[in-house]
């Protein structure tokens, strides 16, 4: 099961990314392998040498009963010292932004790409998009004249 963000390539330039595991609680894992997870709004904030997710929902578990978790709850990623490192110095001195691009499993452990973004200007995001129509219709056109 895979969550993707597909805000996040609309609206920022996705400069570099970067995989980390996430701590989460077992109705949260539960959920997110149910596919109860959106990540639109969401975005990390590096606190004290660590890299915390914000804002990313995660739908409570139906059998969970008490034991449910907050839906919009901070959580905590896992990186290397020297990733934070290198991600607080982006993010501080050169105006970088950290966005959840997906959250997936790898040897059933929760992985999110966290990519390091610049914001889209409104410009921008009308090049994107006219640039996206011209690489579907190159498309079109090729699979025409191959037939």
């Known amino acids: 099961m895979e969550i993707v963000n597909r805000r996040a ?3 920022y330039f996705i400069e570099d990314t ?3 595991g ?3 609680v077992g109705t949260e894992i539960k959920s997110i392998r149910a596919g109860k997870c959106n990540l639109k709004d969401s975005y990390a904030i ?6 915390y997710l914000l804002n990313a929902f995660i739908s409570t578990y139906q059998e969970g009963s008490v ?3 907050d839906e919009v709850r901070t959580r905590k990623l896992l990186l290397h010292k020297n990733e934070i490192r290198k991600l607080d110095n982006k993010v501080r001195l050169e105006g970088y932004t950290l966005i959840p691009l997906k959250i997936y499993f790898v040897k059933n452990k929760a992985k999110v790409l966290l990519g390091l ?14 640039e996206k129509d011209r ?9 025409y004249k191959n037939l």
């Open 9 to 11: 390539r609309h609206d």
């Open 18 to 20: 970067f995989e980390c």
């Open 22 to 24: 996430l701590c989460l």
């Open 46 to 51: 590096l606190r004290n040498q660590e890299c």
């Open 67 to 69: 034991f449910n978790h």
């Open 117 to 130: 973004c610049k914001g889209k200007k409104n410009y921008d995001k009308r090049e994107s998009l006219k």
């Open 135 to 143: 690489k579907l219709e190159m498309e079109k056109l090729r699979k």
